[in-house]
Nanobody
Framework: QVQLVESGGGLVQAGGSLRLSCAASGRTFGNYDIGWFRQAPGKEREFVAAIRWSGGSTYYADSMKGRFTTSRDNAQNTAYLQMSSLKPEDTAVYYC????????????????WGQGTVVTVSS
């Protein structure tokens, strides 16, 4: 079992920045790739970004490229999502998830999920 806890969400003005954290406990964090997803009210959960277990490779949804950066510190059992140039349409609940194999873009391939943290971007 891996327990994931997101933090760092909040209210920010358009153009601002936030850094989300995903703290893990349980099994070895470094064995898992970490994905970030978001779900806006009335919409399906969508892929935001992912980072391989080693931190050597990262992946982003097209609309996040250049604005969001994911990183991880395996010694601290924590992954991060740095978000900048935020827009009102980035308002959503943001989740981190852990995966051992499969497509990092596919929610159904993930093994563990956090409870989510709310990000609200005001115009």
């Amino acid at each position: 079992q891996v327990q994931l806890v997101e933090s760092g969400g909040g209210l920010v003005q358009a153009g601002g920045s936030l850094r989300l954290s995903c703290a893990a406990s349980g099994r070895t964090f470094g064995n898992y790739d970490i994905g970030w997803f978001r779900q806006a009210p009335g919409k399906e959960r969508e892929f935001v970004a992912a980072i391989r277990w080693s931190g050597g490779s990262t992946y982003y949804a097209d609309s996040m490229k250049g604005r969001f950066t994911t990183s991880r510190d395996n010694a601290q059992n924590t992954a991060y999502l740095q978000m900048s140039s935020l827009k009102p349409e980035d308002t959503a609940v943001y989740y981190c998830a852990a995966i051992t194999s499969g497509s990092c873009h596919d929610t159904s391939d993930y093994d563990y999920w956090g409870q989510g943290t709310v990000v609200t971007v005001s115009s």
